[in-house]
C-alpha cells in the first residue's frame, strides 16, 4: 500500500492528521475476515448469503478490498481510522443472486442515517446471467442511494481493453466509476488492457477517474497473511480510502461535490485515457 500511496499522491495527507476517522463506507462484497489489520475497524458484519452473524469471508475478494480501504496494523490502508459495514452479497465463488445485492442495498438505505454510512463501496460488476430488469433495479438502487448523499463508488469492470466495456452499474452518469491505472502491465491471471473503457449510453466520461489495480498487496482471508490482487475491484477501494480522507476533512461534501472536486483534482493522462485522470489525493484534500 505504500507504493500505491505514491502513486496516487498521498504523501503529505497523513502527516496533516487525516485518516478517515469517523467516516463509514459500506462494502458490498463476499464478506470480511477479522484480520489482525482490520479488527478494529469493522463495526458492523451482515450475511444476505447464509445468514450467519460472526463475520466471515470464505472467498477473500472482500477482505482484500477492506484492507486497502482501511487496514490498520502492520499494513495500512488508504483511511486506516475509517469504519466498516460489511454486507455478504456474494458466495464462495465469487458469484451470487441479483436479488441478495438488492436486498443488501435496501439495507443501505433503510440504515444509513443510523449507521452514519458516507460512501458505498462496489468493487463487482453485474451479477452473471442477470436480466435487464434486475440490472435496471440495481442501477436505480444505487442512484437513489447517491440521492440521498451516500457517495456510491464502482468498479469499471475487466473486460477491456475495447471501447464500450464498462460492466453494469459502473455505466450509470450519477456513480464514481473508477479504472485500473497500471493495466498495462496486469498482475498474475489478468489480461493486459483489462479495464473497462467507454464510452457509455449515457455520453459521459467514464470511468471517471483512475486508481492503482495491478498486484496490489492487501490482506488475506487467512490468518495474518497478505496476498496480491488484481483487477478494477482493487482500484475502486483506493478511491473510497480517499474519499474518506477528504470527507473527514469536510463532512458537508454531498456526492456530487465530491465528484467534482475529484475531477479538478485528477492529474491529466492525455487523451487516450478516455477518463478524467489519476486519483491524486493531495490536490483533492487542498480543494475540499
Known amino acids: 500500500m505504500n507504493r500505491v500511496k505514491q502513486l496516487v499522491y498521498a504523501q503529505n495527507v497523513y502527516s496533516q492528521g487525516f485518516t478517515g476517522k469517523n467516516i463509514r463506507i459500506s462494502v458490498l462484497d463476499t464478506g470480511v475476515f477479522l484480520h489482525r489489520d482490520l479488527r478494529g475497524n469493522v463495526i458492523r458484519f451482515l450475511d444476505f448469503v447464509s445468514g450467519k452473524k460472526s463475520a466471515y469471508d470464505d472467498n477473500g475478494h472482500g477482505t482484500h478490498v477492506a484492507g486497502i480501504i482501511c487496514a490498520n496494523g502492520k499494513m495500512k490502508g488508504m ?3 475509517a469504519e466498516l459495514i460489511s454486507l455478504k452479497v456474494l458466495d464462495r465463488e ?4 441479483t436479488g441478495r445485492v438488492l436486498h443488501a442495498l435496501q439495507w443501505v438505505e433503510k440504515n444509513f442515517r443510523q449507521y452514519r454510512i458516507r460512501i458505498l463501496n462496489f468493487s463487482v460488476g453485474f451479477l452473471p446471467g442477470a436480466g435487464n430488469d434486475e440490472q435496471r ?4 438502487m444505487l442512484e437513489h442511494l447517491w440521492d440521498l448523499g451516500i457517495a456510491v463508488v464502482t468498479a469499471a469492470g475487466n473486460n477491456g481493453p475495447g471501447q464500450g466495456t464498462i460492466t453494469v452499474p459502473g455505466i450509470s452518469r450519477k456513480v464514481i466509476t473508477v479504472g485500473a491505472s497500471d ?9 493486459k488492457g ?10 459521459v466520461v467514464k470511468p471517471e477517474i483512475l486508481a492503482p489495480g ?11 497473511h497478505y496476498v496480491r490482487k488484481s483487477g478494477t475491484s482493487m482500484a475502486t477501494p ?8 477528504a470527507l473527514q476533512k469536510n463532512p458537508s461534501l454531498r456526492p456530487e461535490e465530491l465528484k467534482l472536486k475529484l475531477y479538478e483534482s485528477a492529474e491529466d493522462l492525455g487523451e487516450n485515457t478516455m ?12 480543494l475540499v
Do not use: K
Not at 465469487?94 to 443472486?97: A, F, H, M, T, W
Not at 433495479?137 to 436505480?140: F, G, K, L, S
Not at 483506493?238 to 480522507?245: D, I, P, R, S
Open 79 to 81: 483511511a486506516p481510522q
Open 94 to 97: 465469487g458469484g451470487g443472486e
Open 137 to 140: 433495479q440495481i442501477m436505480e
Open 183 to 191: 493495466d498495462a502491465t496486469p498482475g498474475r491471471n489478468m489480461p
Open 194 to 203: 483489462y479495464s473497462g473503457r467507454g464510452p457509455t449510453e449515457c455520453c
Open 214 to 224: 495491478s498486484g496490489i498487496l492487501s490482506l488475506d482471508n487467512r490468518g495474518s
Open 238 to 245: 483506493v478511491v473510497c480510502g480517499a474519499l474518506a480522507l
Open 275 to 286: 477518463s478524467w485522470g489519476m486519483l491524486h489525493v493531495d490536490n483533492l484534500l487542498r
